[in-house]
C-alpha cells in the first residue's frame, strides 16, 4: 500500500508522519510540515492480524464501560440504602 507522507511537528513537540490530503487540518492544530512529501510502500498486515487488534480494542472498551457501569450501579445501590434508613429511622 503506497502513501504519500508528510512529517509534521505539533507546537508541544509531538511529531506524526501524516498523509499528504488534508494538511490544513492538522495546521489548524498546531502542527507543521517540518518534510517534503514523501511515497512509502507500507507491507500490509493480514485481515486477521487487523481483525484481532480490532477486537482486543473493543475488548479493553467493554471492560471499562462495564467497570464504569458497576460503580455506578453500586453508587445508586449505596444511595438507595441511605434512603431506605432514613425511611426507617423516621418511622415512616
Do not use: C
Not at 481483525?51 to 464504569?68: G, P, S, Y
Amino acid at each position: 500500500m503506497k502513501e504519500k507522507i508528510v512529517l509534521m511537528k505539533a507546537s508541544h513537540g509531538s511529531v506524526l508522519g501524516m498523509t499528504d490530503d488534508d494538511l490544513t487540518g492538522w495546521e489548524k492544530l498546531d502542527y507543521v510540515a517540518i518534510s517534503e512529501p514523501v511515497e512509502v510502500d507500507f507491507p500490509e498486515l493480514s485481515n486477521e492480524v487487523i481483525v484481532n487488534k480490532q477486537i482486543a480494542i473493543l475488548d479493553k472498551q467493554i471492560t471499562k464501560i462495564q467497570a464504569e457501569a458497576e460503580a455506578s450501579i453500586t453508587q445508586l445501590k449505596a444511595r438507595k440504602q441511605e434512603l431506605l434508613a432514613i425511611t426507617h429511622d423516621t418511622g415512616e
